[in-house]
Every structure is written in C-alpha cells, then in structure tokens.
C-alpha cells in the first residue's frame, strides 16, 4: 500500500514554462513533507520542504503547495530551466511513519530548451 | 566537508557472495538510513539507524544486516548476495528538529547480482 504516490511517471516543458509536479499521500498523521532532486547517478539533494501548518511555502523558482483536505502536494518551478531536467521525488513524514520518511515513487522532468 | 560518502561507487557480485557497504557521514547527524532504489519503485527503506550502537528494520530488510559501531559510519552487509538484491543503493543522514527531518544522501552504490 503506497502512503505516497506521484502518478506521473514523466513531465515534459518548455524552457521558461511553468513545471508543476504532484503527489498525493494517503496518510493524514504526516506532518512534514519534502520535494528532493536527483540527477543520474548521484543521491537525491533536498530541494524545499513544507509543514503542514503551511499552506504554501516558496524558494527561488519553486515553490511548493500543500491541500491537506485533499491530502495533495505539488511543487511549481518558474521559469522551467534545462537544468531542472531530473527525477523529483516527493517524500512524507510523521508520527504516521514514525519520523522515517516515505518517498513517493518519483516524477522524471525533462525541461526543453 | 564531504557530507554523506559511500564506498565502494560500483560492485559486481556473483550469486552467494558477501559484501559490505560502508556509510559516512561528517555532519554529526545521530540518524543514518539505508535505502535501495529499484525501477518505478522509488526510495525504500532497508534499514535505519537512531544512534551509535542502535539500529532498526526497515521496509525491506530481508536479506540485509547492519551495524552502527561509530556514530559517523553505518554499514550495510549482504550475507549471500542474490540477484534480487541488484540495486541502487543510498545512504543518508539526518539531525531530527523539531519532528522535521531532512535527510542528506550519499551518491548511491550501483551493485550488480549475477
């Protein structure tokens, strides 16, 4: 049973467009939630985060949206840069996961100049 | 400062063989974790660490032992390596603040079951 779930496995934009990147979770302890990057064949390097007391919270080109109704998070970049081309995973935490994280399965951007 | 390293990048094991992974991190994070990265299957946990001398199950720990003798290393160790367990595998680490965690990554070892 997958706690989170990114159901798009590919995004493809146009250099200057807007990406936005969803995920769901099913579990409402989560109380945390983070965006991470990953390029190939390195680790995933953190990218923003959100407290569920938040709504949105905002760095640079991305920002990140949390609707706890609709238990739905998605991370916005403006303007899309070719170099935003990687994998995005979306991960939760809580006293649902017991303070270990939960990824979701990853969203593969690629970003055309 | 080097944050999370991982050693060795790139391994090659034949069915039944043993390994050991090693994990290290400079940040003095009391949390490390190790991870595998399968195909359409995301980050899952394999087992996870909240201090020297402790450790705990994770998601996937089935055929996988580790042990945490130093607060800066977390090892991870194969017993009989089976091709199943070809993978990308991730370290990370941690600090927990105030029930906000972010982990930081090592850059994976890719091991190869034949």
């Known amino acids: 049973d997958q706690q989170v779930k990114q159901n798009s496995p590919s995004l493809s934009v146009q250099e200057g467009r807007i990406s936005i990147l969803n995920c769901d979770y099913t579990?409402?302890?989560?109380?945390?939630f983070l965006w991470y990057k990953k390029y190939p064949a390195e680790g995933p390097t953190f990218l923003i985060s959100?407290?569920?007391?938040?709504d949105k919270n905002e760095d640079g080109r991305f920002t990140v949206f949390l609707n706890k109704s609709a238990k739905h998070l998605s991370l916005h970049i403006v303007p899309s840069q070719p170099g935003d081309s990687a994998v995005y995973f979306c991960?939760?935490?809580?006293?649902?996961?017991?303070?270990?994280?939960?990824f979701g399965t990853g969203t593969l951007l690629a970003v055309q100049p | 400062n080097a944050g999370v390293t991982q050693t060795p990048k790139f391994r090659v094991l034949k069915t039944g063989q043993s390994m050991t992974l090693l994990c290290a991190q400079d940040?003095?994070?009391?949390?490390m974790y190790w991870y595998r990265q399968d195909p359409g299957m995301g980050l899952r946990l394999i087992h996870y660490?909240?201090?020297?001398?402790?450790?705990a199950k994770g998601e996937v720990p089935d055929g996988y032992n580790v042990s945490r003798l130093k607060k800066q290393n977390f090892l991870l160790g194969l017993e009989s390596a089976a091709p199943s367990q070809t993978s990308v595998y991730f370290c990370?680490?941690?600090?927990?603040?105030?029930?906000?965690?972010?982990?930081?990554f090592g850059p994976g070892t890719r091991l190869l079951v034949l």
């Open positions: 660490s909240v201090g020297e001398g402790t450790t």
């Open positions: 959100i407290s569920s007391i938040k």
């Open positions: 991960a939760a935490s809580g006293f649902g996961a017991t303070n270990k994280l939960i």
């Open positions: 940040m003095n994070h009391e949390y």
């Open positions: 990370a680490s941690s600090f927990l603040l105030a029930n906000q965690e972010t982990q930081y």
């Open positions: 579990n409402s302890m989560f109380d945390y």
